[in-house]
């Protein structure tokens, strides 16, 4: 079984929507939580980090939920811009490497 | 500071040919860490230094990748010899925590 798990898409959503992405992670001892975003030909670059009472940064809200083991990424009023793949990262006690999910892709159509 | 600077940005090569990648890691991050990109298998942890010294390279896929990190601010991957299922994007990133990630512009490697 992966580390992380999520829909890979895509997603393709109007300007203005909001859309939502899920991912979910196997191990329970899991510390770190963050989304990435990756552009077409482009390297990872860290959107936000996840923390356990849930964080907001404009219109990007993440969310944790330890029982069920998942993690959510709410992207309100989409523009253009957004269109990007999203990565679910996840790092465990201890550890200091990443494990990444596949990411979803987004598309924001005018 | 110019970031984590990776070379070169794509490679062709010939299946059977020597490669090699090449990543300078931000100043002062004492972590790099290499990662492969495919459309299948997404972004995979390849190897990781601390401090230069390689701590987990339980990702590198066989004997045939092997990396290097002689000094703080220089590091290596090669794949001798390549293989055409080697094509894909090869990442470096380095940190000073795991919270810091930053990663070069990574190179694109053909094999044919």
């Known amino acids: 079984r992966k580390e992380v798990e999520q829909d890979p898409g895509p997603f393709n959503v109007p300007e203005g929507a909001t859309v939502a992405f899920n991912c979910t992670y196997s191990n329970s001892a899991s510390q770190s939580f963050f989304w990435y975003r990756q552009d077409c030909r482009k390297e990872p670059k860290l959107l936000m980090s996840?923390?356990?009472s849930g964080n907001e940064d404009g219109r990007f809200t993440a969310q944790l939920n330890r029982a069920s083991q998942y993690i959510s990424l709410l992207i309100r009023d989409s523009k253009l811009s957004d269109s990007a793949t999203y990565l679910c990262?996840?790092?465990?006690?201890?550890?200091?490497?990443?494990?990444f999910g596949t990411g979803t892709r987004l598309t924001v159509i005018p | 500071d110019a970031g984590v600077i990776q070379s070169p940005r794509h490679e062709v090569t010939e299946m059977g040919q020597e490669v090699t990648l090449r990543c300078k890691p931000i100043?002062?991050?004492?972590?790099l860490f290499w990662y492969r990109q495919t459309m299948m298998r997404g972004l995979e942890l390849l190897i990781y230094?601390?401090?230069?010294?390689?701590?987990?390279d339980s990702g590198m896929p066989e004997d045939r990748f092997s990396a290097k990190m002689p000094n703080a601010s220089f590091s290596t991957l090669k794949i001798q010899p390549s293989e055409p299922r080697d094509s894909a994007v090869y990442f470096c990133?380095?940190?000073?925590?795991?919270?810091?990630?930053?990663f070069g512009s990574g190179t694109r490697l053909t094999v044919v």
């Open positions: 230094f601390n401090n230069n010294v390689p701590i987990d």
């Open positions: 990133a380095s940190s000073k925590t795991s919270y810091g990630y930053t």
């Open positions: 100043s002062g991050h004492d972590y």
């Open positions: 996840v923390y356990s």
């Open positions: 990262v996840v790092t465990s006690t201890g550890a200091n490497n990443l494990f």
